[in-house]
């Protein structure tokens, strides 16, 4: 069993920048994908970026790419999203989740644990 809890949301103007993070407790992530996910109000969750947790290996929406980074600290069990030139259309509730395998899936239904969410806010 995995516990996930994110946090690091807030309210930022458009332009700024803020870092997610993701502590997992209860099992190491080696053998993990851990995620980011993203759900705006009215809209379904939609995939943001992923990493394999052993290797390092990266998956980028369009939407995040050139402008988010994805990483993980082994030795914390953490997990972060770096968010940088932030815009209005990036403000959602926020998700890690992690799952059981090492492929990177972008599809939710495929993911075994969650957060409990945080909230970003981009004003214009």
């Known amino acids: 069993q995995v516990q996930l809890v994110d946090s690091g949301g807030g309210l930022v103007q458009a332009g700024g920048s803020l870092r997610l993070s993701c502590a997992a407790s209860?099992?190491?992530?080696?053998?993990?994908?851990m995620g980011w996910f993203r759900q705006a109000p009215g809209k379904e969750r939609e995939f943001v970026a992923a990493?394999?947790?052993?290797?390092?290996?990266?998956s980028y929406a369009d939407s995040a790419k050139g402008r988010f980074i994805i990483s993980r600290d082994n030795a914390k069990n953490t997990g972060y999203l770096q968010m940088n030139n932030l815009k209005p259309e990036d403000t959602a509730v926020y998700y890690c989740?992690?799952?059981?395998?090492?492929?990177?899936?972008?599809?939710?239904?495929?993911?075994?644990?969650w957060g409990q969410g945080t909230q970003v806010t981009v004003s214009s």
């Open positions: 209860g099992r190491t992530f080696t053998t993990y994908v």
């Open positions: 990493i394999r947790w052993s290797g390092g290996s990266t």
């Open positions: 989740a992690a799952r059981r395998t090492v492929i990177i899936m972008r599809d939710p239904g495929t993911y075994d644990y």
